[in-house]
């Protein structure tokens, strides 16, 4: 060697410069608050309701055109699978696959978008539909759990809802 000295970089430097931008980061981002979660929630709500009870419909005139015997039975047995209906339609349907490409109906009006917590780029599919069907649960094993779940939003730092934790989500303001 000729006395020359090979500068590569410490791994302290590359630490604290990685450190320094996620703190820079962390700085640049807002968090989408309990209020417009709550209205793009609503929003979604009555999108997914609306198109059960279209599809209800739809499901009334072919019973009622069919002549089947029984009919005001499977129509009463009808109106009592919508809801359940309903929830299978977001679970599945709806919110992943909406998510996946840039945000639900809801989401984009208010102005936000579900992305990974660590990069702060949109996730892979199977978080998106991960993390509905652990809201899913959450409903199914009693209401409770999803409203706590959705009020963990007022007292998490990255205002985060449970099934966000779970799945490192987070959702922020569309820049």
């Not at 059960?52 to 499977?74: G, H, M, P, R, W």
């Not at 009808?78 to 909406?98: E, R, T």
Request: glycine share 6%.
């Amino acid at each position: 060697m000729s006395g020359v000295i090979l500068n590569k970089p410490d791994s302290i430097d590359k630490l604290l410069s990685r450190i320094t931008k996620e703190v820079e980061m962390e700085e640049n981002i807002s968090y989408a608050s309990f209020g417009q979660r709550l209205t793009a929630r609503l929003v979604d709500s009555a999108i997914v309701l609306i198109a059960a009870f279209v599809i209800q419909q739809i499901f009334i005139v072919l019973i009622k055109s069919d002549n089947t015997y029984n009919v005001e039975y499977i129509l009463r047995n009808l109106d009592q699978a919508v809801p359940g209906f309903a929830i299978i339609l977001w679970v599945l349907i709806y919110s992943p696959i909406l998510e996946n490409f840039g945000g639900t109906v809801g989401k984009r009006l208010v102005g936000i978008k579900l992305v990974d917590e660590k990069t702060l780029q949109p996730s892979a599919f199977r978080f998106y539909f991960g993390r509905t069907w652990l809201y899913l649960v959450m409903v199914v094993v009693a209401v409770v759990p999803a409203i706590v779940s959705g009020l963990a939003v007022l007292f998490s730092d990255k205002k985060q809802a449970w099934h966000d934790q779970l799945t490192g989500m987070v959702c922020i303001i569309k820049n």
